[in-house]
């Protein structure tokens, strides 16, 4: 099986496994809004839940992309026994290093929400601070699985690491349907049993794929700094990723009550599409394109970038204009019910639109960073992801002034923007890539077949309109019509690129139905 296909194979797996963990998250949230809408007490709990969370994605992230390649490479130069036990002390590490960050978050709870949580009353502060010193607990138990996580994924043992987090949301969905009475608190310890769960789920799954907790090879300074010494450039990465959330969240919490859980709804419901599939293709591409970098085969790495850059526009500008078009339908038939009204709904589905305008960049920023980090030019992750924090204040100071929340959510898509057209062509420098014209080129058709899809779609709105039939029935019609007028032009307009894309995915249909048949 070739490059392709062995991505393309294990792109599937995470697909799917990433799908129904989706559903899971879809139905927490449905869940969550019925219970709580867009409460101040879910706003305490969204920008509690926030630092640890993203301390543990911010760390975690570059952890696991500077120990892959790291881990690939002891097993490829020595052995496998070495590099498990070399990895088993990285182990023992990286769990005492996260605990004792953890034990400090305990202990500066109350400086961490007074910072992220300024706008809060007394209340929600004192709330926040309790919540807090429960959820950074989150940083140990996360932390101690990152490095059980990097040596499945180097291992590409992509079905165990894609399942493992399935026991979160399993967990938080058991808390807010028994309730126990605890409230708002169902969610703080649906997260924490959850994440401990997942944790020794990798663990388990780690030790029945053979491989060895034990230490016989003598110590290594040197190979244990190495993995120190390659995640801090990384950071930046992350910074881009994550920490932005944990800004957008705390200037937030200076608007009315509400505005905290109104982003977090809209967000997650922007991620999804990003989550199932764009974070499934960077995942799989990530360990191969290592090994292209290793084997110095240039040529196949342009041919990936031109590639992602083109399946990225595929996937995300028509997923704009659906969500664009149909927010306040999606976010009404995913949220509205019990404590989530019409007017939390409507706010919501404004702070969507706002984000979908940057799909493509902020699908972008993940392909992005596993090409700078396979080509162990993490540097200018960093220095880009500190630009890429300040940008976002500084629009989020305008624009929240103008538009409220919304104008929080525009922040990201214009600091994405920014930050992902200035990526691609310091990426098309760092890969010798002479011209970009014929990507560009199926750029074109893709915004051409996309205007198609606009207007069909708001043909058959208006159609439906004269009969007033309700929504439920005209806007699927209306998403399937504009789908394939969107499909129908690309196949007319294609590129050579486009086709070979195309033909990439219908091969792949063709070999899943087969088996799936056969």
């Not at 926030?50 to 052995?79: M, T």
């Not at 930046?236 to 937030?252: C, P, Y």
């Not at 969107?486 to 007319?492: A, S």
């Amino acid at each position: 099986m070739g490059l392709a296909g062995r991505i393309g194979r294990a792109s599937a797996v995470i697909m799917i496994w990433s799908m129904v963990d989706k559903v899971l998250a879809i139905g927490k949230e449905v869940m969550t809004a019925q219970r709580f809408g867009v409460s101040a007490s879910l706003d305490v709990f969204n920008v509690a839940q926030a630092f640890p969370g993203v301390l543990i994605l911010f760390f975690s992230s570059a952890v696991l992309s500077a120990f892959v390649p790291l881990y690939l490479e002891w097993r490829n130069r020595w052995s496998a026994r070495e590099a498990d036990s070399h990895a088993t002390r990285l182990i023992y590490i990286t769990t005492a290093f996260f605990a004792v960050l953890a034990l400090i978050c305990v202990l500066l709870s109350p400086v961490i929400i007074q910072s992220i949580g300024y706008g809060f009353g007394p209340e929600e502060k004192e709330l926040g601070v309790a919540m807090e010193r429960l959820l950074a607990l989150l940083i140990c138990i996360d932390g101690a699985g990152i490095l059980f996580r990097g040596i499945l994924y180097a291992r590409k043992f992509f079905l165990h690491l894609y399942v493992a987090p399935i026991f979160v949301n399993l967990t938080i969905l058991f808390f807010l349907y028994y309730d126990f009475g605890l409230d708002i608190y169902a969610l703080v310890w649906g997260f924490l049993i959850g994440t401990l769960l997942k944790t020794l789920y990798a663990g388990v799954a780690l030790r029945h794929e053979g491989f060895s907790f034990s230490t016989p090879v003598p110590y290594d300074r040197e190979k244990m700094s190495a993995l120190f010494y390659l995640a801090l450039p990384l950071l930046g990465s992350e910074l881009i990723a994550n920490s932005n959330l944990l800004v957008d969240q705390a200037m937030a919490t200076q608007l009315p009550a509400g505005a905290v859980s109104t982003l977090r709804y809209a967000f997650r419901i922007y991620t999804l599409p990003i989550q199932v599939v764009i974070i499934a293709v960077s995942s799989a591409i990530f360990p191969f394109i290592s090994d292209e970098v290793a084997a110095g085969r240039r040529d196949s790495l342009q041919n990936v970038f031109k590639y992602a850059l083109i399946f990225l526009a595929f996937v995300t500008i028509p997923l704009t204009c659906l969500m664009v078009l149909f927010s306040q339908d999606i976010v009404v038939l995913l949220l509205k019910r019990g404590a989530f009204d019409l007017h939390a709904a409507q706010q919501t589905a404004q702070t969507l639109v706002c984000y979908s305008l940057g799909l493509f960049f902020y699908a972008y920023t993940f392909i992005n960073g596993t090409f700078f980090i396979a080509l162990k030019n993490a540097k200018v992750l960093l220095h880009m992801g500190m630009v890429s924090i300040l940008l976002n204040v500084l629009f989020n100071f305008l624009f929240m002034h103008l538009w409220g929340i919304q104008g929080i959510a525009l922040s990201t898509t214009v600091t994405m923007g920014v930050i992902s057209i200035w990526f691609i062509f310091l990426l098309k420098k760092n890969l010798g890539i002479t011209s970009l014209s014929g990507t560009f080129s199926s750029f074109s058709r893709l915004l051409l077949a996309v205007a198609g899809m606009l207007g069909a779609a708001l043909i058959v709105i208006k159609l439906f309109e004269f009969t007033s039939l309700s929504r439920l029935f005209s806007v699927p019609v209306a998403a399937a019509v504009s789908s394939l007028c969107y499909l129908g032009v690309i196949w007319v307009f294609r590129t050579g690129d486009l086709d070979t894309c195309i033909t990439a995915l219908t091969s792949k249909l063709t070999k899943w139905k087969k088996a799936r048949f056969n």
